[in-house]
């Protein structure tokens, strides 16, 4: 009984042995070492879309080498309209630029292997532009006009962002306290609403009132967005430095 | 030896060969369906655990621990705007993953409704038909709070049998959110036709109850409808914009049944106190669904978590969330600036005297008073001190703020630091000061103040609404020890959705039935603001926007969880909650000529209290546990 005993010890020793020495040889598979870069630009323009990061565009991957309903993997463009992943596994995937302020796409099914550089055209639901701004000291008047090429969902809304970053944008802004309007807006759905024809027509003009002083600089742009936006995402102008004396 | 051996074997066998005849018997240690749904006390056994389960936001549900959970600081109306809570400014996200529990419940339910009948023998046709609406009823309750939360989810009707049912049949795909809707609709039309009108025990459904929670879910439908948007790349969510109309329709209906079955409360000509009583008042006529507890073993630790630093019991807490002055400001009878803004200065930033902390809010509506605890009104007899610190300084030029909060003198110099931990904190007028010498308590009984695990008010407000006025501090504890009964749905609940249904009907320039939709919607308003002590609409044109529902609604059930849901549903919540950060109102006291004066700013806590909701919360993520049990959930809502 007692030899037993010893041969039990022995037998779960060498297992114990056979289990640490097996732990190396554990990850066979290689690591991801594939990059997939590229741009979302405007189909019209040639303009990159301006979003957010994150919080703006993602892209979508699935890996059909494998398996015809893969689970997606995501992740996001950079605030400028470029992305770029560098840790991608080889492989077949559909790529697509989903959640952004543009008609959806069907994606590109594409091979990644080294570096796989995929571009987008879209067309954004609305464009942007800042017309005329006004300053005066921490005060500041911005003009800007709102244009689309084809009618889509309701204008909801038109908002300035301001912050002490360039990465502004709906992620990252002053907002507005007693006796300043930082991030001023204007909401073109409120009852009774504005129709798109006034709103696409008219140049539209928000203040900005008690910016502090003393060389500060802040970063500015515009964002408008319309109803038939999911992750209600802005369609941006381009930003403007300004410099507080 | 052995012959006492083989006679032993063969007493054994023969036993065994003559039981065979009665082996195929119940086992006597498991209860069986016919006990169970054979008799009125198994049944209601059983009915009182799926009551249970019921996903009820009462007074054991957060946003951090989700239900029958006793943390509850972070209250789900600390997301809202409504209160801004003690220990972790910010939204938390109520996200907590709850579908596993549901479809349990849903389960239980599903076999009560095949099981019953086949086994109801001891119970008369008129209980099986009451009890089978009532399951029907409970069963809407539950996919009602799923489809709230992720927008269409499979409908399981039958019970569910592994191994016999293969595992593609069981991995059921998620139904349209809409198809959703319309399931519950056709189970509570069910409850309304086959439950009894008056509950047969407290706390249990009606026909009044079924049609109560259909005015709630339809509403619900329709304003997603009106509101929401499709989504091509995920079907389950999103409702058509065609079918609002019938959804507010049904809402409409069915809050209409409750018609003088139902009305508001109304016992006390005095308009404050009546207010308090209808929390607690078992007998109201207000109380459509009521969740009831009982000490010690299912009892809740509301008193404990919210009540004001003066009332604290023995283990503490106290003042987790505090109610905004962006909610207080709601309310009638406030004096304002002229940018609408509590006055607390007039137009040369000096501060406005009052004589006592209550002056400003003498013509304040009786609902806020009874809503919320306001800095020197009264609580169980004692005067609620609340107050940020003294003013020590010299009043001759009048005491002056500007928005500055950084570099104002008013902070710097001439008040009182902010107490460190307790009361009993002094300051000592110092030599060359007005009053050399003289010592002083500076701070309020009930806060603010800073404290170290001891909560004062953050925001110069206590929450008032439920808060027992009749428990012994040595009573205010957990766990446990609350015990006033949660109401679920009450009656001004669904006058206000009726209100809200037949304005967007009317809106929607819907003129079904010859009613007039916009007069219906304007007597509702005026019911609940009479009730409340508020200023009436002077006439129906003067209810000319949606808003004055919504706010509405926003002061009547304010901490009751209701004002997530209707942010997400009127898909306010992502514009509402944009990098907010919430106003609080602060009083001194002015030692040099006894009076005081209030103080409006933003949290002190600052950029990490403000409140953003991300737009992908419209929908919770479905947990990912059961996307592996079932990939045919995929794809998951928008945003994840």
Redesign the interface.
């Known amino acids: 009984m007692k030899k037993n005993k010893y041969y039990l010890h022995a037998l779960l020793f060498g297992i114990m042995v056979l289990n640490i020495i097996s732990c190396d040889n554990l990850d066979l598979y290689t690591e991801p070492g594939e990059t997939l870069v590229g741009t979302i630009t405007d189909k019209n323009t040639g303009d990159l879309i301006e979003t957010d990061q994150p919080?703006g565009i993602r892209i979508k991957l699935e890996e059909i080498s494998w398996s015809e309903?893969p689970?997606?993997l995501y992740f996001w463009v950079k605030p400028d309209g470029t992305f770029q992943n560098t840790k991608v596994f080889k492989g077949r995937y559909v790529v697509t630029p989903?959640?952004g302020p543009f008609f959806?796409i069907t994606g590109d099914t594409v091979q990644i292997q080294g570096k796989t550089e995929v571009n987008f055209k879209v067309e954004p639901f609305l464009k942007v532009k800042i017309d005329n701004t006004v300053q005066n000291g921490g005060n500041m008047d911005v003009y800007f006009k709102i244009s689309r090429d084809t009618p889509a969902y309701k204008i909801t809304?038109a908002k300035i962002f301001i912050s002490t970053t360039k990465f502004v944008g709906?992620n990252s802004?002053l907002?507005n306290?007693?006796?300043?309007i930082l991030?001023p807006s204007i909401n073109f759905n409120g009852?009774p609403a504005v129709p798109d024809e006034t709103v696409l027509a008219n140049t539209h003009k928000l203040s900005v009132i008690g910016l502090k002083g003393g060389n500060r600089t802040y970063y500015l742009r515009v964002g408008a967005r319309t109803?038939?936006?999911?992750?209600?995402r802005y369609n941006y102008s381009e930003i403007i430095k300004i410099v507080v004396p | 030896m052995k012959n006492k051996i083989t006679y032993f074997l063969m007493v054994m066998m023969s036993s065994v060969l003559f039981s065979c005849n009665d082996l195929d018997v119940a086992p006597y240690n498991i209860i069986q369906d016919k006990d169970v749904f054979g008799s009125t006390g198994g049944v209601t056994a059983y009915m009182s655990a799926l009551y249970q389960r019921l996903p009820i936001e009462d007074f054991r549900y957060s946003a951090q621990n989700g239900f029958n959970n006793h943390d509850i600081r972070r209250a789900l109306f600390k997301n809202t705007g409504e209160a801004i809570q003690n220990g972790s400014p910010g939204i938390t996200n109520p996200a907590t993953g709850y579908w596993g529990d549901a479809y349990t419940c849903i389960r239980y339910i599903n076999y009560l409704i095949k099981v019953l009948p086949e086994n109801s023998a001891g119970l008369s046709s008129g209980e099986i038909e009451s009890y089978l609406g009532e399951a029907c009823f409970l069963r809407a309750y539950v996919y009602f709070a799923l489809v709230k939360r992720y927008g269409g989810v499979p409908i399981i009707k039958e019970v569910q049998s592994f191994p016999e049912q293969s595992l593609e049949e069981l991995q059921v795909p998620r139904n349209t959110e809409s198809e959703v809707y319309d399931f519950i609709a056709e189970d509570l039309d069910v409850a309304i036709s086959k439950l009894p009108d008056k509950s047969i025990q407290r706390g249990r459904a009606n026909k009044y109850v079924a049609a109560a929670l259909k005015s709630r879910a339809m509403l619900f439908a329709g304003s997603i409808a009106k509101y929401g948007q499709m989504n091509a790349s995920c079907p389950a969510v999103g409702i058509p914009a065609g079918s609002a109309n019938k959804y507010l329709k049904s809402s409409y209906d069915a809050a209409k049944l409750l018609e003088g079955v139902y009305s508001l409360y109304r016992k006390n000509s005095d308009k404050y106190q009546n207010y308090v009583d209808l929390f607690f008042d078992a007998t109201s006529s207000e109380n459509i669904f009521v969740k009831e507890y009982h000490f010690p073993e299912t009892g809740h630790c509301y008193d404990a978590m919210f009540i004001p630093h003066q009332w604290v019991g023995p283990q503490g807490y106290g003042s987790q969330c505090c109610p905004t002055l962006d909610y207080v400001e709601l309310f009638d009878g406030l004096p304002r600036n002229a940018s609408g803004h509590i006055l607390t200065k007039d137009a040369t930033n000096t501060c406005i005297y009052y004589n006592d902390r209550m002056e400003l809010f003498q013509n304040a509506e009786p609902r806020l008073r009874a809503t919320v605890i306001l800095p020197g009104d009264v609580f169980k007899n004692q005067v609620a001190d609340i107050k940020r610190g003294t003013y020590v300084g010299s009043i001759s030029a009048g005491i002056k703020y500007t928005d500055d909060l950084t570099t104002n003198p008013f902070l710097n110099n001439n008040l009182t630091a902010r107490a460190t931990n307790a009361v009993n904190n002094t300051y000592t007028f110092p030599a060359g000061s007005l009053h050399p010498g003289v010592k002083i308590v500076p701070c309020g009984l009930s806060g603010p103040f800073n404290g170290n695990g001891i909560g004062g008010t953050i925001s110069g407000f206590g929450i008032r609404k439920y808060l027992d006025p009749n428990k012994p501090t040595d009573q205010v504890r957990l766990p446990n020890y609350s015990t006033q009964s949660w109401i679920d749905i009450r009656y001004a609940e669904v006058l206000l959705n009726r209100a809200e249904a037949a304005y967007e009907l009317y809106q929607n320039g819907y003129t079904g039935e010859g009613i007039d939709y916009q007069q219906d919607a304007f007597v509702c308003i005026n019911d609940i603001r009479d009730r409340a002590g508020a200023i009436l609409l002077p006439s129906q044109s003067a209810l000319n926007d949606i808003q004055i529902i919504r706010k509405e609604r926003r002061k009547e059930l304010a901490f009751e969880n209701k004002l997530w849901w209707d942010m997400r549903r009127w898909r306010t919540a992502h514009s509402e909650l944009n990098n907010r950060l919430m106003y609080v109102l602060f009083p001194y006291y002015v030692y040099e000529n006894d009076k005081w004066v209030y103080q409006r700013r933003p949290d002190e806590k600052g950029n990490a209290a403000r409140l953003t909701f991300n737009v992908n919360w419209y929908y919770e993520a479905i947990p990912a546990g059961e996307i592996t049990k079932n990939p045919n959930l995929l794809p998951n809502n928008p945003g994840y």
């Open positions: 919080n309903t689970e997606p989903v959640d959806p809304d709906n802004f907002s306290m007693s006796g300043q991030s009852s109803n038939d936006n999911i992750q209600k």
